[in-house]
């Protein structure tokens, strides 16, 4: 446009020169008297005139030509002169604004490029340190010298590690996978510390080994003594059952050897110990220790051990007793009790059987019966 515009201005100025040359050339000619030829001279310069206007007319676009069919004034020359650099300046002043707004944003990039270059800096130092080392129990590698970093492998306890430097966060730096890592000071230890470590915790485990066959030895020990204790108890329980099998034998012929004593002196005839009665009152010496009465421990009476076994009979009696360690002695008791004493003087009774029984556990210890029958 400013092209265009400037182009206008010269336009002008070219009309104005054809029109001042046309007009000194017509005065010459009337100064001269040649009236006709002036008219003629007249049109050939209009014509000329127009040609040169078409030429330089042609050189632009259809709206410069029309904007010029009118010839302007030297005041709206200098106005339009005045726009003109009105507008370049301002063109030139947006593209100063433009060159520096540019400027500016390449010096933003600069700056934000130099602060992100200051970020990407380690956050830590590490000075040179050459050593060899061993790993005390596993441990990670991480990247960067604290946990914040990310894991990358781990060591296994014993490898032996080249220390290639030493962070100013206390950790060790490394190679791991041909790479720098880092790892942890306090998982590594020199080889008098590591050594001095393993022999320390072979001790433990053999002192450990000792405790644990010290024990088993102590538990088999004690098993050994409690199944002797055990054989013992049992020895002496048969020991016992034969004792008291014997004792049976020998207390039930005294008992009966007792209680035909006391019938004589009381003018009865003598009573016969009878094998099948044993038998129903070894029964019924068994069942007192759960339910010391005359009603066994399935709640019937006590004379249903006969039928259960066989036994018939036509009168028949129980006398039962706990507590007395010898014949004479549950004897004795039971004389001094009527309803036991009327058994034992009963003369209907001929027959007559000894229970005995023991039981260490049991509340009295000793159970005595007697069974009478016709």
Request: charged share 25%.
């Amino acid at each position: 446009m400013i092209y265009e515009k400037n182009w206008g201005m010269v336009m002008r100025r070219k009309k104005w020169i054809g029109l001042i040359l046309s007009m000194v050339m017509i005065l010459t000619m009337v100064a001269c008297g040649g009236a006709a030829d002036e008219i003629s001279l007249g049109d050939t310069s209009s014509e000329t005139m127009s040609e040169t206007v078409s030429e330089d007319v042609s050189e632009t676009d259809s709206e410069t030509v029309s904007e010029e069919k009118e010839v302007p004034s030297e005041s709206e020359v200098a106005d339009s002169e005045k726009q003109s650099e009105e507008e370049s300046s301002k063109e030139d002043k947006t593209s100063e604004e433009e060159s520096a707004s540019e400027e500016e944003s390449v010096s933003e990039e600069e700056s934000v490029s130099e602060e992100e270059s200051e970020s990407e800096e380690p956050e830590f130092t590490v000075q040179d340190h050459n050593a060899i080392l061993f790993v005390k129990k596993a441990v990670n590698v991480r990247i960067g010298p604290s946990t914040d970093y990310e894991k990358i492998g781990g060591l296994s306890k014993g490898e032996q590690i080249q220390i290639t430097g030493i962070a100013d966060t206390g950790w060790y730096r490394i190679q791991y996978n041909g790479a720098e890592a880092y790892v942890a000071s306090s998982y590594l230890i020199d080889e008098t510390a590591y050594q001095a470590m393993i022999a320390e915790e072979e001790a433990a485990a053999q002192a450990a080994a000792e405790q644990a066959a010290a024990e088993q030895a102590a538990r088999e020990q004690a098993a050994a003594e409690q199944a002797a204790a055990e054989q013992a108890a049992a020895e002496q329980a048969a020991q016992q059952q034969q004792q008291a099998q014997q004792n049976t034998g020998d207390y039930r012929a005294q008992v009966v050897a007792i209680m035909n004593q006391e019938r004589a002196a009381n003018g009865v005839g003598p009573i016969t110990q009878s094998s099948t009665l044993d038998a129903l009152a070894q029964i019924r010496a068994q069942e007192i220790v759960q339910s010391f009465s005359h009603t066994r421990p399935n709640g019937t009476s006590c004379f249903t051990v006969f039928e259960e076994n066989g036994v018939t009979y036509m009168v028949a009696g129980e006398n039962i007793a706990a507590g007395y360690g010898t014949p004479e002695a549950v004897m004795q008791g039971w004389m001094n009790s009527e309803g036991h004493r009327a058994n034992i003087l009963n003369g209907s009774f001929g027959q007559v059987g000894i229970g005995y029984y023991t039981d260490s556990n049991s509340g009295y210890g000793t159970y005595w019966v007697q069974i009478f029958s016709n």
